[in-house]
């Protein structure tokens, strides 16, 4: 079946570590994002890729980096340089013509 | 900027019907969403309104849009216990853009 598939689904983190969150998809979507959300905030827009080799920041892209080398993929590296990561991070995916699928998504924490 | 607001909590009976309201601001907002989350998941839209259409009806699911007030509403009909979750509000100026959702509206459904 198709979909979008986040993992892993809970992740642990040290202070001072980067982590990698993955992000897959066999949509065949032109467009994957990055969201993060936090109780009582809603969703905030991390990156954005509108196609492979290109992404673009969004909201609050401080401390998170992101690479769309393939369609499918669409990793998202939360580096040490974000102070407070703790959160629910959601990925997205859409084509022109089609609405947003969105993963099941990964809880970090900070330990 | 683009804003988008919610009451952050309803509690209805089952059987009762809801109704969760949605203001924005961007007047250029073309597509109007309302998502659903269940507990620890990933977000499923469940319907979505053109700004230039009044109503549209999907089942149980009534979705009201007042573009000179810039008001969205979702109502929902005949609530049942496992329509609780959080429903997000979203909007976009265009199909294939990024969304800027409102921080989302808990729904409590007691028996």
């Known amino acids: 079946d198709g979909g979008i598939t986040q993992s892993p689904k809970y992740l642990f983190r040290k202070e001072g570590q980067n982590v990698t969150l993955s992000c897959e998809q066999n949509?065949?979507?032109?467009?994957m994002y990055w969201y993060r959300q936090d109780p009582g905030q809603g969703l905030r827009l991390i990156y954005y890729s509108q196609i492979v080799n290109d992404f673009q920041k969004g909201d609050i892209a401080e401390g998170y980096s992101v690479s769309r080398e393939k369609k499918e993929s669409f990793p998202l590296t939360v580096t040490s340089a974000q102070k407070n990561p703790t959160a629910f991070y959601l990925c997205?995916?859409?084509?022109?013509?089609?609405?947003?699928?969105f993963g099941q998504g990964t809880r970090l924490t900070v330990v | 900027g683009e804003d988008v607001e919610q009451s952050l909590f309803l509690s209805v009976r089952e059987g009762d019907s809801s109704v969760i309201n949605c203001t924005y601001t961007?007047?250029?907002?073309?597509?109007l969403y309302w998502y659903k989350q269940e507990p620890g998941a990933g977000l499923q839209l469940l319907t979505y309104i053109f700004s230039n259409m009044d109503m549209k009806q999907d089942q149980r699911l009534t979705v009201l849009l007042n573009k000179k007030d810039k008001h969205l509403s979702l109502r929902i009909a005949d609530t049942q216990t496992g329509d609780s979750a959080i429903y997000f509000c979203a909007e976009s100026i265009a199909r294939y853009s990024t969304l800027t959702f409102g921080k989302g509206t808990m729904l409590l459904v007691s028996p």
């Open positions: 997205a995916s859409d084509r022109a013509g089609t609405e947003a699928f």
């Open positions: 961007d007047s250029s907002s073309t597509y």
């Open positions: 949509l065949n979507h032109d467009a």
